[in-house]
């Protein structure tokens, strides 16, 4: 039986505020889980919706992992910054991959550090 989780990319060359980064995140959680198969949503709120937040360096890196899980027709969310606080307006700052099966979201982000 396949577990399911939720993988949050964000930027640490930004060094967002703690709330403008759980902001984005949320931001980044909940348009991956809107554009989600529900019957996945489903089995991943039964198991308590896990999600785990991990760093990367800075946008090129945050393409780089969106666009591999992209390519492994993951469910992706990437953020973009209206601009209206503390970045610039368009700046990208995070992104979410699934939920999906464990063993998907861990070949593109298993090495990635914890936040």
């Known amino acids: 039986m396949a577990t399911y989780k939720q993988v949050i990319l964000v ?7 703690k709330g403008k980064l759980a902001a984005q995140a949320a931001h980044a959680s909940v348009d991956a889980v809107l554009k989600s198969d529900p019957k996945i949503v489903k089995e991943w709120r039964k198991e308590g919706m896990a999600k785990i937040v991990v760093k990367v360096k800075d946008e090129k890196e945050l393409i780089k ?3 591999f899980a992209k390519d492994s027709h993951l469910t ?11 970045v610039a307006p368009g700046t990208k ?5 699934g939920p ?5 979201i861990d070949e593109i982000t298993g090495k990635l550090s914890l936040l």
């Open 11 to 17: 930027r640490q060359d930004l060094k967002l505020p």
């Open 65 to 67: 992992y969106f666009q």
């Open 76 to 86: 992706v969310s990437l953020i973009t910054d209206a601009g209206r606080t503390v």
């Open 93 to 97: 700052t995070c992104a979410a991959l």
């Open 100 to 104: 999906d099966e464990e063993e998907k």
